[in-house]
C-alpha cells in the first residue's frame, strides 16, 4: 500500500529536524525573513547559506508558500482541467506505481505528481492536452526511440512520450519497477 501524504509529509519534517536540529517552522521563518520571493532564490539561501539539501530546501520552500496543505484531489483536478482524456493513462501509472511497494509515495504537485520511494523515480506530468510526460529515474541505462535520454540536470534521466493508455505496457512498466528497485 502507497503512503500517504499526510505520512510523507510527517517523514520529511521528521527528517528535516533530524538533520538540521531545527523543527520546520524555524525554516519557513528564515525564508520568509529573508524576503526572497522566487524559489530559486529561496532554495539557494537554504543550500548554500545553511547547508539543507535539495529535498528539504524544496520541502521547506513549499512550506513557506502554504503548498504543503493543499488538497492532492484539487491539484490532480486542475493538472488534468480540460485534459481529461488522459487522466486514464496517469489513473493506470499511479495505480502500478502504487503497487510495486508498501513503500511507494504518490506525491501530487501543483504541474505533476511524483512517485517516490526513498527518492523520486518517477515523474509524471500532463506536457500537453494530448500527451502525458513520463520521466524515469534509470541513471546508466541507454535511451531508446521510446525511453528517451534527458538533459543532463534533469530531474529524470529518461523520459517516454504517453498518448494511450495502451502506452502503458510491459515495458514501461518493467522500466517503472527497475526505477522503484533503484530508488
Not at 529573508?34 to 539543507?52: N, P, R, V
Not at 504518490?106 to 505533476?112: A, E, G, L, N, R
Request: charged residues 30%; contains cysteine.
Amino acid at each position: 500500500m502507497a503512503i500517504s501524504q499526510e505520512e510523507m509529509l510527517e517523514r520529511m519534517k521528521a527528517g528535516l529536524a533530524t538533520k538540521t536540529g531545527q523543527p520546520l517552522e524555524h525554516w519557513v521563518k528564515v525564508v520568509h525573513a529573508s524576503g526572497l520571493e522566487k524559489h530559486g532564490e529561496q532554495m539557494k539561501l537554504l543550500k548554500e547559506q545553511h547547508g539543507l539539501g535539495h529535498g528539504h530546501a524544496n520541502f521547506v520552500c513549499q512550506a513557506a508558500k502554504g503548498r504543503l496543505d493543499a488538497d492532492p484531489d484539487d491539484m490532480l483536478a486542475g493538472q488534468y482541467g480540460g485534459k481529461e482524456s488522459l487522466k486514464p493513462i496517469y489513473d493506470a501509472l499511479a495505480t502500478y506505481a502504487g503497487a510495486l511497494g508498501g513503500d511507494v509515495s504518490i506525491d501530487p504537485k501543483k504541474t505533476s505528481v511524483a512517485f517516490r520511494r526513498s527518492k523520486n523515480f518517477a515523474v509524471v506530468t500532463p506536457a500537453t492536452k494530448t500527451r502525458i510526460d513520463l520521466g524515469i529515474n534509470l541513471k546508466g541505462e541507454p535511451g531508446t526511440d521510446r525511453l528517451a535520454d534527458e538533459k543532463p540536470g534533469s530531474m529524470c534521466t529518461h523520459k517516454v512520450r504517453l498518448t494511450s493508455v495502451n502506452e502503458v505496457d510491459d515495458e514501461l512498466r518493467g522500466w517503472l519497477k527497475a526505477a522503484y528497485e533503484r530508488a
